[in-house]
């Protein structure tokens, strides 16, 4: 009966420790279809907001795309209803790649930003993760 008890206490500590426990999500993930083709086609993709929780003077994007196109671009920019540009515009060179955005604005640990993904001609499927 005793083993019982400390199994139990060690499962609900567990559990306790669990729920007290916030993980902290640095970055979000992002799935485009990028076209300046089709007639109603969208030239322009932002992501959700994502909290900068880190002291890099730089963001990041991790990307692939659906084939090598040098007129792919990203930006950080502000959270919802702010467009401006926080970060250098940063142009995709390669199918897929890892590209730091150095910022051109004072940004802060606990606010929002978003990831702006445009062309300038074409069309593509675009996916990765970026971290502002």
Do not use: H
């Amino acid at each position: 009966m005793r083993i019982k008890n400390k199994i139990r206490t060690f499962i609900l500590t567990v559990v306790a420790v669990m729920m007290m426990t916030v993980p902290a999500f640095a970055g979000g993930d992002f799935d485009f279809y990028l076209s300046m083709i089709e007639e109603d086609g969208n030239a322009i993709e932002y992501t959700d907001n994502v909290t900068r929780n880190n002291s890099n003077n730089y963001g990041e994007v991790n990307y692939s795309a659906s084939s090598q196109y040098s007129g792919l671009a990203y930006t950080i920019i502000g959270q919802y209803g702010d467009y401006q540009d926080y970060s250098e515009k940063v142009y995709a060179t390669a199918i897929s790649g890892r590209y730091e955005m150095p910022y051109i604005r004072d940004v802060y640990n606990g606010n929002n930003y978003r990831l702006k993904c445009e062309i300038d001609r074409y069309s593509l499927n675009v996916t990765g993760n970026w971290e502002p």
